[in-house]
């Protein structure tokens, strides 16, 4: 058991002739299960060739029906890449994560209005985020596959980097994961720590849950409130950003403060309110994590 992904899964990956596609197509082919997992490319223009041996169609429907692909990875460049979005949403996949970095917000709102307006099923990652992986079975993304090992331990990040840290601090103290989950920093994106939460708490094989946030809109405050609500295993969090001015944009799209609202401080205060123990020291996330084990 594990979420969103698995050792079954089928992969199509938009956008695997380009550089960035074709490397890391290869880091997640080299990885557990990846040579099962990874079934087909896209890319319009190339349609009937292969990339070392995994066969390119013209479309995603196409891929859906020739490879039976159920999950797509897009590394389309960011003009492009909210209409690779809606191609794989309209083939009715299971789920789309997106690691493109640079997406206009206009077409990321256009894209998560027609998901709405038309009630579709298929879940989505990103975009701007590190992708999903399940440990020893599958990884789908940019993370590095050789800092996560097999455990118990959710993990679901806005940030990618502080994903790798909190990995590798569970690492050190001998805690494997069952899924880590990026869900990325763009201000108009797919899941949310909410919904990722939610998959951890109905997940027979994840005990404990590391959260980490960042500054600016309200998502942690939200699914702090629902863990208070709903939450039967433990969570710890982390949010990145506390030295942050108010109103200047820090790294990620989505991480600003306004009007007072989004701090670091207001989350902390409001995960500490609803039961997450949380730190304000990144180097401390898997002690923490320990702790409460």
């Known amino acids: 058991m594990s979420i969103l992904i698995n050792k079954n899964t089928r992969v199509v990956t938009q956008g695997i002739t ?19 997992c990874f079934v087909a490319g896209v890319n319009p223009k190339k349609a009937g060739e292969d990339f070392d041996g995994i066969p390119i169609y013209g479309s ?12 797509s990875v897009i590394y389309v460049p960011p003009p492009f890449a909210a209409a690779a ?6 083939a009715d996949l299971d789920l789309v994560i997106c690691i493109t970095e640079g997406i206009p917000v206009r077409d990321m709102i256009e894209v998560k209005d027609r998901m ?20 020893d079975e599958i990884k789908i993304g ?7 090992k ?17 990995v590798g601090q569970l690492q050190d103290l001998g805690l494997g994961q069952s899924s880590c989950v990026g869900i990325g920093g763009d201000p108009v994106n797919g899941l949310k720590h909410i919904d990722v939460l939610r998959m951890f708490n109905d997940d ?30 433990p969570v710890v969090g982390f949010i990145a950003g506390v030295t942050a001015p108010e109103g200047k944009r820090m790294g990620h799209a989505g991480a600003i403060i306004s009007g007072g609202k989004g701090t670091a401080q207001e989350k902390l ?15 401390n996330m898997g002690r923490l994590l320990q702790s409460v084990l």
């Open 18 to 36: 380009g550089k960035t596609g074709q490397f890391h197509t290869r880091m997640c082919v080299e990885y557990a299960n990846g040579k099962n």
């Open 60 to 71: 995603v429907k196409e891929a859906k029906k020739q490879a039976g692909v159920t999950v």
């Open 85 to 90: 979005i809606w191609e794989a949403i309209d």
């Open 116 to 135: 709405r307006k038309q009630n579709k099923k298929t879940l989505l990652v990103g975009p701007n985020c590190p992708g999903v992986i399940t440990p």
């Open 142 to 148: 940019i993370m590095p596959g050789h800092i996560h």
């Open 150 to 166: 097999k455990g118990r331990i959710g993990v679901v990040s806005r940030s990618g980097t502080l994903t790798y840290e909190a």
């Open 204 to 233: 027979p094989e994840t005990d404990a849950v590391i959260m980490v946030g960042e500054i600016g809109g309200s998502d942690e405050e939200i699914a702090a409130e629902w863990v208070k609500a709903n939450m039967r295993k």
């Open 269 to 283: 205060a409001v995960m500490e309110a609803c039961g997450i123990k949380v730190t304000k020291d990144p180097s």
